[in-house]
């Protein structure tokens, strides 16, 4: 006798908010409004999901509204990151959305006399035999959406589906195009006055006095904010705001600093630092004694976010309550962290999303939330805006973290993989805002009474982890061992970067994959599909090999490496084929992706998607790399942080593998580790060398080439 059929649950996001009303609401004139809880950051998710709630509801997309999240109204689901906002929110919307027909048709079935199985919807008018006509919008005093989504609700099937699945031109882009005031930094509240922040040139120094005379005299400072270790101005414009900050910083008086690592050696950093040590996963085979052992040791630098404008956020108290505008993308866990530092009800503050510049993770977004509220304190009523400065940006904002990582693969008398270890040295990846009892803000450090500075942690493998993103093979190897240390010191502030340890683990698994490959002569396509068993890794592979024309003949100074992932083990998946030029500096030609994310609902979304990801990650490989000496952040400025221009950017060509019967995964941080490993790979396929230290840059294969010869 079978075992019964588990009772259906909820989505993961709909579970949380399960109120209908929260998520979607007729409102006049045709239109209704839909209310998700994940944020937009210029991936484009408010298209699909408006795409998922036109397919569901029948109704032209065109009517839709897609509402800014604020924590006065909308759905709390947590934090937009990790790829998965289609996965959670979208999953959770197409399920409130077939429920709410469903309640529509039951009320039409009951107005117009016919069994709602032969009712039609039709861009919200719901028709049936005999010309008998209603709609949506006709029966929303009469339909009830106060109530909890119901588990036996059943969507679409993809067959039916007419708007998810295909290109539809993204709502957000025409307010851009246009000059819209859609970003925070161009938004100015009746009456806004500007702030700024004063923060330490050296690394862990406290302000100790300030000299406020010369900043009382710009024209234009409305106020002196002094907290212990907080210090800001308020002015009327943004002019006197950096005047008087000027002037206040001549007169400062700092303690000394904490001494940061040696640039130039992390990897022995990070290896002498107290850890938490975790064994992240392990798989046996019989004891098989290796004919050889191949030890490479993969690093990655500090990264910084390098959005191309510094995070910003305007606050506005009303007596004991503040509301606060900010480009987060966690606008719940900020408030629980402003809730702590102001010791109030989180009921008393209201975090509203507005859109930013691209922050790709846990940049300063929260950090200058806090000080615009602390800063607002001295302004009444009126609203203040604080921006920080480039410098600020690339100094006080947290990095993705330094990556030291080891692989030790033994070899048969074959070079056939019988065992493998992988140990990963890293601080944490993880300090957002929301998750302690602590806060991880920065202000909240500097306050009279501060909170200590969060050490970053993990998240957990069921979250697809943080240091050991991605660590564990997706290859059938026999054996092997993946450890985790953490580092529990933290001299260089860390945090959520894009894909977190994953592209450190994907680079370090890949470039090793690809050297056992040549030391068997086997073509690294080939041994790649070898050893895997997952048939939709093995098609994503196959098809960039064929989109890419797969091996071509070769050329002197050009060359191709392939690389490979499903982001987590879970999500997207993802190959990459690059092709380089090696002259006096490498130059990435061209990337052929492909990849595989369930059902796309929005293609032209997730080739966008994937070729921001495969381009930031070209920069990253190339270029990106926090510079600092033992007392500073040196790298302050696009001069001492340079990304890649426009003129450097690669040709970019996606190929998605349409599986619409698939439940859909997010495409955002799915190129970011194969498109690492094929440009390396194809740097040792045209030099003959391999870089294991990122950035690959021109004085590290010089170095690599002396070091072979």
């Known amino acids: 006798m079978s075992a019964p059929s588990p009772a259906p649950k909820l989505p993961v996001s709909l579970a949380a908010n399960p109120r209908l009303s929260s998520w979607v609401r007729f409102t006049g004139e045709g239109r209704l409004a839909i209310s998700p809880g994940k944020v937009e950051i210029g991936q484009g998710i408010v298209t699909a999901l408006a795409q998922i709630a036109a397919d569901e509801l029948d109704v032209e997309i065109g009517r839709i509204e897609m509402i800014r999240a604020s924590t006065a109204a909308s759905p709390n689901e947590g934090v937009t990151s990790g790829s998965l906002s289609i996965q959670q929110s979208g999953r959770a919307l197409r399920h409130v959305c077939a429920e709410v027909r469903q309640r529509f048709l039951a009320a039409a079935s009951e107005r117009l006399g016919v069994d709602a199985a032969l009712l039609n919807v039709q861009d919200g008018t719901i028709s049936g035999p005999g010309n008998v006509r209603t709609s949506y919008w006709e029966l929303a005093d009469d339909v ?34 246009f000059a819209r005031q859609r970003f925070i930094h161009d938004c100015a509240l009746p009456k806004l006055l500007h702030g700024r922040v004063l923060r330490p040139e050296i690394s862990g120094a406290r302000l100790i006095a300030i000299d406020e005379a010369s900043a009382r005299a710009v024209s234009g400072l409305i106020a002196i904010v002094r907290d212990a270790g907080f210090a800001g101005v ?26 940061l690592p040696d640039e130039n050696d992390l990897a022995a950093f990070l290896r002498s630092q107290p ?32 959005s191309i404008a510094p995070s910003c956020a305007m606050a506005q108290w009303d007596g004991d309550r503040v509301h606060v505008w900010t480009h987060s993308q966690g606008i719940y866990l900020l408030r629980a962290d402003l809730a702590i530092v102001l010791k109030l009800p989180a009921d008393d503050i209201v975090v509203e999303h507005m859109e930013g510049a691209g922050c790709y993770g846990h940049n300063a977004a929260d950090d200058v939330a806090l000080d615009a509220v602390l800063l607002a ?17 690339m100094s006080h904002a947290p990095f993705g973290a330094a990556m030291a990582i080891e692989i030790a ?37 500097e306050i009279a009474n501060p909170y200590p500075r969060m050490i970053s942690t993990n998240p957990p493998a069921a979250n697809g982890g943080g240091g050991d993103r991605n660590s564990v093979p997706l290859y059938d190897l026999p054996a092997w061992t993946i450890t985790s240390h953490r580092l529990l010191t933290m001299p260089v502030r860390t945090s959520a970067l894009r894909t977190l340890g994953a592209q450190g683990n994907v680079f370090a698994i890949e470039s090793l994959l690809d050297e056992i490959a040549t030391l068997r002569g086997e073509d690294p396509i080939a041994f790649r599909l070898r050893n895997l068993r997952d048939e939709r890794a093995k098609d994503v592979i196959r098809a960039v090999a064929r989109r890419a024309g797969w091996k071509p003949e070769r050329r002197s100074g050009i060359g191709h490496g392939v690389g490979f992932a499903r982001y987590k083990n879970t999500g997207a998946y993802c190959a990459a084929i690059a092709e380089i030029e090696g002259a006096d500096d490498i130059s990435v030609k061209r990337l052929t992706l492909a990849v595989d994310v369930g059902e796309a609902i929005n293609p032209d979304g997730v080739i966008n998607q994937i070729e921001g990801g495969a381009i930031q990650a070209t920069s990253w490989v190339l270029k990106e790399r926090v510079r600092f000496d033992r007392a500073h952040i040196t790298s302050t400025s696009w001069t001492d942080y340079p990304i890649l221009t426009f003129s450097e950017v690669p040709a970019v060509d996606v190929e998605i593998i349409r599986r619409p019967e698939i439940e859909p995964v997010g ?43």
């Open 667 to 709: 495409a955002g941080e799915a190129a970011h580790g194969p498109v690492t490993a094929a440009i390396a790979n194809a740097v040792h396929d045209c030099l003959g060398v391999r870089i294991c230290d990122l950035p690959i840059t021109r004085d590290k294969i010089i170095a690599a080439m002396e070091l072979a010869s």
């Open 234 to 259: 308020v002015a009327a414009t943004e002019a006197a705001a950096e005047a008087a900050l000027n002037a206040l910083r001549q007169g400062a008086t700092w303690s000394a600093g904490e001494p």
């Open 409 to 445: 693969a033994d070899l048969d008398a074959d070079n056939e993989i019988v065992g493998w270890r992988h140990a990963i040295w890293s601080n944490g990846h993880a300090a957002r805002p929301g998750r302690a009892a602590q806060p991880a803000l920065l202000a909240a450090s």
């Open 275 to 306: 850890v938490e040590t975790t064994i992240i996963d392990t798989r046996t085979a019989p004891a098989a004694k290796p004919a050889r052992t191949l030890r490479r040791q993969f690093t990655r630098p500090y990264v910084a976010h390098a």
């Open 377 to 393: 304190k001295a302004a009444g009523r009126r609203p203040v805006r604080v921006q920080w400065s480039r410098q600020d940006e």
């Open 144 to 177: 009830s959406l106060d109530h909890d989504a119901a588990a036996l609700t059943v969507a679409k099937s993809a067959a039916k589906r007419s708007v998810a699945g295909h290109s539809t031109q993204r709502i957000d882009i025409p307010d851009k195009v």
